[in-house]
């Protein structure tokens, strides 16, 4: 554990033992009298469960006790320069309402606070950030994770420290200070908005995989989806801002990490809002489900408490329609195997996760007839759950191997529950979390293989000028190409960012951003994943010239 600076001539190492027991430790500095110095000391019991790390392919355990965790978060950027009142107030509140993420700036979101927290590149301000100290200490007494936003859009951390020396010293400054503590790192806000998104990731990411001891999760903020970083090696879990139901869905089968979707929406429940995604409730509520469909995990916000721009934080609206939807939701997989459960598609009329053969969560968002679904042959207790109230509504049993219902009405969405009950809590006596292996899925890359080919861009050329239509044909019709999902990416090998998202859907059109490539003309690879309605995903390629 490195050492951080605290202000005058003292300097701190924060330490957090991950075991009970008697621990050693041994001092290295430059100043001689301190220098391989040695002592002990004696850790006892304290039933934290430990931090949180990725299990189960695409879920969540606590390091420590093994069990699995249901992450639930909350966004307030400004929770290290605001009210410390309101603050408090604010995590009692959230924690009541069961969030255990809330996730923030480090340096506060306003650019006096930032110049409060760093008032030169080389010199941290330690009144700030015994602050902050504070409040992380707060969100974990309080059940709730930090995670940690380390600096905002638009080449922020950059223009904040210009050197990568600087920018190692900051980081390693926030490990030695934090990393003993219950967060996760998340990054930089809107990687792609940065020069050097990539490298500079690549830069600090590598920075918390070597430094921080504990190993915490690690990713960064999007603005569709920061999985183009995986590759480089130090991202632990893929964060979304997308709504976008095919991109979730066809990433979950590409990538065996857990993901979060941070900002699939946040809700306008009275305070405003100034951005697309700042919906309603009810809209909220939906998109909420359609992530969880998606094996994503969730983080809220609400245009009055996350603390952005134009939005002054009111506690009027901790109390909101989506912060309850949160909870219901928590409520609801809270009875779950949560951390088996995976996107299921032998289902009509919805959507659905399951762990086959034990339990099969169907979303219905607009119920318009019969919920049809292929289960295990055994008996199951059946229940309709409203997402809007958290009510329970427990039906008959029933048991075989083809279920077919209808919602209790169809004026607002409901989630189909067929569970054995009785088997699970068996399954808790007997199992450990990682009761069985999960299959990865082997993404078909042969052009042959594939049921569908590209047929639009019909040209060698794309013009980063003109909007794009992006369209494929299906090449022999079957029961599972009925329903595709279809997700475009494109990538400038030679720039190096990695690829970006082109659209979702079949004969579409978008037009490409010119900051992708750092020249044009260039050679842009395209690829096409589709995904049809058994899960099966496949991949189309094929190479563009990009002109001015």
């Known amino acids: 554990m490195p050492a951080f600076w605290d202000g005058g001539h003292r300097l701190v190492i924060r330490f957090a033992p991950i075991e009970a027991g008697e621990w050693d430790y041994r001092v290295t ?218 991109l979730g869905a066809i990433e979950h089968q590409l990538y065996p990490v857990p993901s979060v979707n941070a900002e699939f929406a946040y809700e306008d429940s009275g305070a405003g809002k100034s951005h697309a995604h700042h919906v309603g409730p009810d809209i909220f509520r939906r998109r909420l489900w359609n992530a969880a469909m998606n094996g994503q995990y969730p983080t809220f916000g609400n245009t009055g408490t996350y603390g952005g721009k134009g939005f002054p934080l009111d506690a009027r609206f901790l109390d909101s329609p989506g912060a309850k939807a949160m909870t219901a939701w928590f409520d609801f997989f809270s009875r779950t195997r949560y951390w088996e459960l995976e996107p299921y598609f032998d289902v009509d009329g919805g959507r659905a996760l399951a762990l086959d053969d034990v339990e099969y969560v169907v979303y219905v968002e607009k119920p318009a007839g019969p919920v049809e679904i292929l289960t295990a042959k055994h008996t199951y207790q059946v229940y309709w759950f409203n997402p809007a109230t958290g009510e329970w509504l427990k039906q008959k049993d029933w048991k075989g191997e083809r279920f077919v219902g209808e919602p209790p009405d169809n004026t607002h969405d409901w989630v189909l529950h067929l569970s054995r009950d009785g088997h699970k809590e068996g399954m808790l006596r007997s199992y450990k979390f990682e009761s069985r292996p999960v299959p990865v899925q082997e993404i078909e890359m042969s052009p042959d293989k594939a049921p569908y080919e590209i047929i639009s861009p019909a040209a060698d050329e794309i013009s980063v000028s003109h909007p794009v ?72 390629d094929k190479v563009y010239r990009l002109t001015p």
Do not use: C
Request: without cysteine; aromatic residues 12%.
């Open 29 to 246: 500095s430059n100043v001689p009298r301190l220098d391989g110095v040695l002592g002990k000391f004696t850790a006892v019991e304290s039933g934290h469960p430990g931090f949180i790390r990725p299990a189960n392919v695409h879920h969540w355990a606590y390091s420590g006790s093994g069990k699995p965790h249901l992450w639930m978060g909350d966004t307030n950027y400004r929770f290290a320069e605001m009210d410390g009142n309101l603050f408090e107030r604010f995590v009692m509140e959230r924690a009541r309402q069961k969030f255990n993420h809330l996730r923030g700036s480090v340096l506060g979101f306003s650019p006096e606070a930032v110049a409060r927290a760093i008032p030169a590149p080389d010199q941290p301000n330690p009144e700030w950030f015994r602050e902050v100290d504070r409040r992380i200490r707060f969100l974990n007494q309080h059940g709730i994770t930090a995670d940690l936003v380390l600096a905002g859009d638009q080449n922020h951390l950059v223009n904040l420290f210009p050197t990568w020396q600087q920018r190692e010293r900051y980081v390693r400054y926030l490990v030695a200070r934090y990393s003993a503590m219950n967060i996760t790192w998340q990054g930089v806000q809107e990687f792609e908005e940065y020069k050097e998104g990539r490298a500079l990731l690549k830069e600090i990411g590598g920075l918390l995989k070597r430094l921080d001891p504990y190993d915490h999760p690690r990713s960064t903020h999007t603005t569709a989806t920061s999985a183009p970083l995986l590759a480089d090696g130090w991202m632990t879990y893929i964060t979304y801002q997308s709504s976008d139901q095919q």
């Open 469 to 540: 239509q992006w369209a494929a044909k299906i090449k022999r019709e079957t029961r599972a190409t009925r329903s595709m999902m279809y997700l475009w990416i494109g990538e400038v090998v030679s720039d190096g960012q990695g690829y970006r998202v082109l659209a979702t859907g079949n004969n579409v059109t978008s037009k490409l951003q010119q900051h992708w490539s750092r020249s044009v003309p260039a050679v842009l690879s395209v690829r096409l994943y589709g995904m049809n309605a058994n899960g099966k995903v496949y991949a189309a």
